[in-house]
């Protein structure tokens, strides 16, 4: 991938974010970069070990998802339509920091250290019932059944590293 300029985040930043992500329901919290309508998004994730999102895909062409490790361990998941896992890509610090997730390909991300921090781009203006489409085939993030769902996906992560 196309190395890129990463904005500057302060070792301040980087507490604070991880301190909301943790204390939030869904243990993560996005620090956007980006004006309201811009065309070019950009934002930091700090995500908590224990934060899980739901499959998902981000319906248009121009909806790329680049990806960067900026700090930890996190296992990106492709699934096919059915929610079988298809591809496990690790980013890590001396190894591989970033990925680029294309359009209309169901992915998730799963903590590997306890805190992970990515700065991510995408194309498009943000508009919340376009921006992604969450796959039917796995729990929504506010459900008992996606608990287990998280513990069943970090195993396969896991197994993908040997």
């Known amino acids: 991938m196309k190395?890129?300029?990463i904005p500057y985040?302060?070792?301040?930043?980087?507490?604070?974010g991880i301190k909301q992500a943790n204390d939030s329901d869904r243990k993560r919290f996005?620090?956007?970069?980006?004006?309201?309508?811009?065309?070019?998004n950009?934002?930091?994730?700090?995500?908590?070990?224990?934060?899980?999102?739901?499959?998902?895909?981000?319906?248009g062409v121009e909806k790329i998802e680049h990806i960067h490790l900026i700090e930890g361990?996190?296992?990106i998941l492709f699934f096919d339509d059915k929610g079988i896992i298809n591809n496990c890509t690790i980013l890590e610090k001396?190894?591989?920091?970033?990925?680029?997730?294309?359009?209309?390909?169901?992915?998730?991300?799963?903590?590997l250290t306890e805190n992970v921090i990515t700065y991510e781009t995408m194309m498009g203006i943000y508009k919340p019932e376009t921006w992604k489409k969450f796959a039917g085939w796995a729990p929504r993030e506010d459900t008992l059944e996606?608990?287990?769902?998280?513990?069943?996906?970090?195993?396969?992560?896991?197994?993908?590293?040997?």
């Open 94 to 111: 001396n190894g591989l920091t970033s990925i680029k997730v294309p359009a209309f390909t169901w992915h998730t991300y799963i903590m």
């Open 9 to 16: 985040l302060s070792t301040n930043e980087s507490v604070s």
């Open 3 to 5: 190395k890129i300029k």
């Open 30 to 40: 996005a620090k956007i970069l980006h004006t309201s309508g811009a065309e070019f």
């Open 146 to 162: 996606s608990i287990d769902y998280l513990l069943l996906l970090r195993r396969q992560a896991i197994a993908c590293l040997a």
């Open 73 to 75: 361990r996190v296992a």
């Open 42 to 59: 950009e934002v930091f994730n700090f995500i908590n070990h224990d934060s899980y999102m739901q499959p998902h895909l981000h319906p």
